[in-house]
């Protein structure tokens, strides 16, 4: 499947042709004099000028591929959480430095145009973030493929704090103009949705099913660049638009109702209008379900239709592409691909089904039960009602496969049946995804382990060769080279060039962990990137941190699972030490406490969890006694951008969720990866950068996941863990006493410390000591700097194995030729 495509012929730019093409696009693209252009215009005519460049790849990469008709991988996700394009297409093209002189010479601040783009935000975290740092890694490996989604007109909400509590604010990341994408209307697909379902007879007398939708949605696709690194290839990402079919209905109009008018319109545009920001907890909302249709029928449309060849007999779709479905958000994609070929193309069943079978492969990315989509047979049946047909049918020869396999076992039968019957009768989309899907693969060696051993035993059981890993990867264009001009300057020179694409290659930087210059180098570009971090939320947020402060940084949606929780009990502890005379000021280490975190708007916990972080930073951070040795740092709405400048700053990253819950995390390797050590338990991905780092260099703490099953098998109860630990009893009594909140002991405060002592969930206070102890382990550590800037070159030298390259092989080696 890999292929190398021909360098293209166009002209490389110098600094005198791209200045011309820019001013080009200055005039003629925004049409105003370079003196009277905005910088807005300014940064609309650089990415145009670059969009140009890159295109003239893209086409020569499309002529290839419909020239040599390679075996194609279509990776379908509800969520791209892409970041800032212009940046990184500058890094693929090679063309920052030219940009930068050319810029210079017209007087442009280059890094201010960069800084003017809004991010992309169609994405909540982890999973919409992978799908980006896929798509990169696949143009980069030189892998024929396509990315199908959906162009939401609202992104991922921006957070905002109000007195300390999150306010959603729209992103209106389309406002200032979108230079990198190309929208094709002529290429428009139309969805169906409602309806009903006849049957009818051929000439020979041959029945067959006929769905008539009752309202129908126009799918208008966008199209969008994606380079691999310096390599020539330029692949696509294609984002869905929801249009309604007919504009207005003029005749409703004429007779003077403008609002019943444009209903339709507005009914069909909803579709696309706004990303769900529900992370891990899905919300089973009909509005969520017509999205996931309409991408995914609009997707497996655009490729039989338009990008295979006219004639392409679909029996051998196989050979030509799997289509990779990121969680079970376009699974729907399964009964849909079913219908096409039995109900548009004639097909018999068996034949659409041994086809289907070859063509899907499915990414869990989950352990939480409740995170399992489900849809009520109801609400699917009335939306899409050959679909449910189809999936029945599936389900009645699949539950046959387990009878036939296991003889009387209805229990069994039970279990494993798509549909669900309690508490309402609703399919089951994971085990509708692991029937009809080639391969299934979890998202990192726990998570895979846990895959088979328990949420989806059964089906390991009767489909073991269906059960893989593909460890999850980071893309080292974005989160190094990007992000981190320092840090990779400084591997360059030590290693040579060519570390981007071969990330393994970071080993070379082992023996320079022993070299006592090569560590002094390593800490000024960490202190460098600490003051470019503290120089960046000044500006954005009015937080002043010390430089010189450890950076302790806990970024990531906020879940309970994650345990947020923990580390603020931590620091509340730590606080409660020091202000009982329990703990010299002398011996606390100055640590600046970083917390990122969106919370899902109807996720009351989590929210009350994020104004508990912010009442307690804003005690500490005013209380003169610490002399700021400790200080808490909470910017609102992180996201990618924010990502890059905080990572490269960070010392300790914190991976604290409770074990077996975490499928994967990718943000723990982007923090290793950028020379952070981990504090963090045994759980997805955190067990494989231990072992690759080294226990000495990873501060593992707390319970494993048979522990945490035992733990939970024997009933536990985390009131004994309150009772018990005097410092854990301090820290929560400190927050119910009001004392972060002038006083008050109510609200969120008695909420949450009621949740934690009674029920926890999670059981942040079944780990706490060890947590405190690991803490003590990582002072005593940091008090030698020497010895910390070794550990933190050997996580940068031992972490190439989540280059997402690596996982893409994978996928290659493992799933798409299998
Ligand atoms: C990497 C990343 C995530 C995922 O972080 P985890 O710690 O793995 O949950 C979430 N959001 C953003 C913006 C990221 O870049």
């Known amino acids: 499947m890999n292929d190398t495509t021909a360098p293209s012929a166009a002209r490389?730019?110098?600094?005198?042709?791209?200045?011309?093409?820019?001013?080009?696009?200055?005039?003629?693209?925004?049409?105003?004099?370079?003196?009277?252009?905005?910088?807005?215009?300014?940064?609309?005519?650089?990415?145009r000028t670059v969009r140009a460049y890159l295109t003239t790849r893209w086409l020569e990469t499309l002529r290839t591929q419909r020239r040599e008709q390679k075996k194609a991988v279509a990776y379908m996700s509800a969520e791209f959480l892409l970041g800032r394009q212009l940046e990184n297409n500058l890094l693929a093209t090679d063309l920052g430095e030219i940009a930068r002189d050319s810029l210079d010479l017209l007087g442009i601040d280059l890094v201010e145009l960069c800084n003017t783009e809004i991010e992309p935000g169609l994405g909540n975290?982890?999973?919409?973030?992978?799908?980006?740092?896929?798509?990169?890694?696949?143009?980069?490996?030189?892998?024929?493929?396509?990315?199908y989604g959906i162009r939401y007109e609202y992104g991922i909400f921006r957070q905002r704090f109000e007195d300390g509590r999150q306010v959603e604010e729209p992103d209106e990341w389309l406002r200032l103009g979108s230079p990198w994408e190309m929208p094709h209307p002529e290429n428009a697909v139309k969805v169906g949705f409602g309806g009903r379902v006849e049957?009818?007879?051929?000439?020979?007398?041959?029945?067959?099913?006929?769905?008539?939708?009752?309202?129908?949605?126009?799918?208008?696709?966008?199209n969008y660049m994606v380079p691999g690194y310096r390599n020539g290839r330029v692949n696509t990402l294609r984002l869905w638009s929801a249009r309604a079919t007919q504009a207005f209905d003029l005749a409703i109009f004429n007779a003077g109702d403008y609002t019943d008018a444009v209903r339709?319109?507005?009914?069909?545009?909803?579709?696309?209008?706004?990303?769900?920001?529900?992370d891990s907890t899905p919300q089973g909302k009909e509005l969520r379900l017509q999205q996931q249709y309409f991408f995914v029928a609009c997707s497996l449309r655009d490729f039989v239709e338009k990008v295979l060849p006219e004639d392409f007999d679909?029996?051998?779709?196989?050979?030509?592409?799997?289509?990779?479905?990121?969680?079970?958000?376009?699974?729907?994609?399964?009964?849909?691909?079913?219908?096409l070929l039995i109900d548009e193309r004639g097909w018999e069943w068996a034949d659409a089904w041994a086809v289907t079978q070859k063509v899907f492969a499915y990414t869990c990315h989950t352990l939480l039960p409740e995170a399992l989509e489900v849809w009520p047979v109801d609400l699917l049946g009335r939306l899409l009602p050959r679909h449910l047909e189809i999936i029945y049918r599936i389900n009645e020869e699949f539950l046959e496969q387990v009878r036939e396999a296991f003889p009387g076992d209805m229990l069994r039968e039970r279990h494993m049946s798509i549909i669900a019957e309690?508490?309402?009768?609703?399919?089951?989309?994971?085990?509708?995804?692991?029937?009809?899907?080639?391969?299934?693969?979890?998202?990192a060696e726990l998570h895979s382990q846990l895959l088979r051993d328990k949420v989806l035993s059964d089906f390991a059981e009767m489909f073991p060769h269906k059960f893989t890993n593909v460890t999850n990867g980071v893309t080292p264009r974005r989160f190094m080279a990007l992000s981190n001009p320092r840090l990779s300057a400084l591997i360059t020179e030590a290693i040579g060039e060519g570390w981007v694409t071969d990330l393994e290659r970071l080993r070379e930087l082992e023996p320079l962990a022993d070299d006592a210059e090569f560590r002094r180098r390593f800490r000024e570009v960490k202190s460098h990137n600490r003051a470019r971090f503290a120089g960046v939320i000044a500006e954005r947020?009015?937080?002043?941190?010390?430089?010189?402060?450890?950076v302790d940084a806990m970024v990531k949606r906020l879940h309970e699972y994650k345990r947020q929780s923990l580390k603020l009990l931590h620091i509340v502890s730590l606080y409660e030490r020091i202000t009982s005379g329990a703990l010299p000021l002398a011996d606390v280490t100055p640590r600046t406490f970083v917390f990122?975190?969106?919370?899902?708007?109807?996720y009351v916990r989590a929210k009350e969890t994020i104004a508990l972080i912010n009442a307690v930073g804003r005690t500490i951070n005013a209380d003169a006694s610490l002399e700021g040795r400790l200080k808490v740092a909470f910017p609102a709405n992180y996201n990618v951008t924010l990502a890059e400048t905080l990572i490269p700053a960070a010392d300790l990253s914190e991976q604290i969720s409770q074990a077996g819950k975490e499928a994967s995390g990718t943000g723990n390797m982007k923090f290793a990866l950028n020379g952070a050590l981990t504090v963090g338990t045994d759980d997805g991905a955190n067990v494989e950068i231990r072992q690759l780092v080294g226990d000495d260099h990873f501060f593992l703490f707390g319970m494993d996941e048979p522990a945490v099953s035992d733990l939970q098998a024997s009933g536990y109860r985390s009131a004994s863990y309150y009772e018990q630990d005097k410092d854990l009893r301090a820290a929560l009594d400190m927050i119910a006493s009001g004392a972060f909140t002038g006083g008050d002991r109510g609200s969120f405060v008695s909420s949450i410390t009621a949740s934690l002592i009674e029920r926890d969930r999670f059981m942040a206070l079944a780990d706490f000591r060890a947590y405190v102890d690991a803490q003590e382990r990582v002072e005593a550590h940091w008090a030698d700097q020497e010895a910390w800037t070794r550990s933190a070159v050997l996580n940068v030298a031992r972490s190439g194995y989540f280059s997402s390259d690596r996982s893409i092989r994978d996928y290659l080696a493992r799933i798409w030729n299998a």
């Open 264 to 278: 339709a319109q507005t009914q069909a545009e909803n579709i696309s209008k706004v990303l769900y920001p529900e």
């Open 596 to 602: 990122g975190a969106k919370a899902a708007p109807g």
């Open 125 to 147: 975290g982890g999973l919409g973030r992978l799908a980006a740092c896929f798509v990169d890694s696949l143009a980069t490996e030189n892998v024929p493929s396509i990315g």
């Open 12 to 47: 490389e730019h110098t600094v005198e042709s791209f200045t011309r093409e820019f001013l080009r696009e200055v005039n003629f693209g925004q049409g105003v004099d370079l003196d009277r252009a905005s910088t807005n215009d300014k940064y609309l005519a650089l990415a």
């Open 422 to 443: 309690e508490p309402v009768r609703s399919v089951r989309m994971a085990y509708l995804a692991t029937v009809a899907g080639a391969k299934v693969n979890g998202v």
């Open 314 to 339: 679909l029996h051998r779709l196989p050979e030509r592409i799997t289509f990779q479905l990121n969680d079970t958000h376009p699974v729907i994609a399964v009964p849909e691909l079913m219908r």
């Open 541 to 550: 947020d009015g937080i002043e941190i010390s430089p010189d402060a450890m």
């Open 199 to 222: 049957a009818w007879k051929d000439e020979s007398g041959r029945a067959h099913r006929r769905w008539s939708p009752d309202w129908h949605v126009t799918g208008v696709p966008y």
